[in-house]
């Protein structure tokens, strides 16, 4: 298993602002995610978080607004960048040891609400 | 185009009584369906992970089943509880290179007492 812990659990920003998101594991994994919930909503993939290099988005999720960080195997950032209002929002950390066929593990997510 | 679609949108059971919960695919190439928990205010917990050539796997009182020939998965609930209230997430993993998850919108299930 994983055990994840993300910071802040919370927030409530300004508009034209931006926010951190810190996801830490307790072990090294090859796979870490990035996803975004809106309200009633499923999940939708954001970016996957590679170490050592830039990360790998997917269609209409891009660097400027979104950049990720993963310096280490048990480590990575989320930033979301000039936050507008539609940024509100639960993100999501999760991890997976083995692509594809492996448990994903999620954190406890970050509850974002931009004003 | 990839689609999970899962039904109904939510429903409602007394406790103790059983439920079934519906997945319906259209991902190619097939790699996995996965059923996950998610209780209200925290991240999705998994359940099962089902390979193209399973057809049932349990997890206590949760089953899941599998058919790949109709491209349709159950979650069956048994003896609910309390606890179970939450939403149910299908997940169905594509491969073509690289993986590729593709996430049902989530029945979500209210037990009452």
């Known amino acids: 298993s994983a055990v994840i812990s993300q910071k802040p659990s919370r927030d409530i920003c300004q508009r034209g602002t931006s926010l951190t998101i810190q996801c830490q594991v307790d072990?090294?994994?090859?796979?870490m995610f990035w996803y975004r919930q809106q309200p009633g909503q499923s999940l939708t993939l954001i970016a996957t978080?590679?170490?050592?290099?830039?990360?790998?988005?997917e269609s209409g999720f891009v660097i400027d607004k979104f950049p990720i960080s993963r310096p280490n195997l048990t480590f990575s950032t989320l930033t979301v960048s000039n936050m507008s209002p539609e940024d509100s929002s639960i993100y999501l950390c999760?991890?997976?040891?083995?692509?594809?066929?492996?448990?994903?593990?999620f954190g406890p997510g970050t509850r974002l609400t931009v004003l | 185009k990839n689609q999970v679609e899962q039904s109904p949108q939510s429903l409602i059971i007394l406790e103790g009584k059983n439920c079934t919960l519906q997945?319906?695919?259209?991902?190619?190439?097939?790699?996995?369906l996965r059923w996950y928990k998610q209780d209200t205010g925290r991240g999705p917990v998994s359940l099962t992970i089902m390979t193209f050539s399973e057809n049932t796997k349990s997890n206590g009182r949760y089953t899941a089943t599998l058919d790949a020939d109709t491209k349709q998965s159950s979650l069956h609930i048994t003896a609910s509880q309390l606890s179970d209230s939450a939403s149910y997430i299908c997940v169905v993993s594509a491969v073509s290179g690289t993986y590729k998850y593709i996430f049902g919108t989530g029945t979500r299930l209210k037990v009452l007492a």
């Open positions: 999760s991890v997976e040891r083995g692509r594809g066929t492996d448990t994903q593990y």
């Open positions: 072990s090294q994994v090859t796979m």
């Open positions: 997945c319906n695919y259209t991902v190619s190439p097939f790699s996995n």
């Open positions: 978080a590679n170490q050592g290099s830039e990360a790998t988005y």
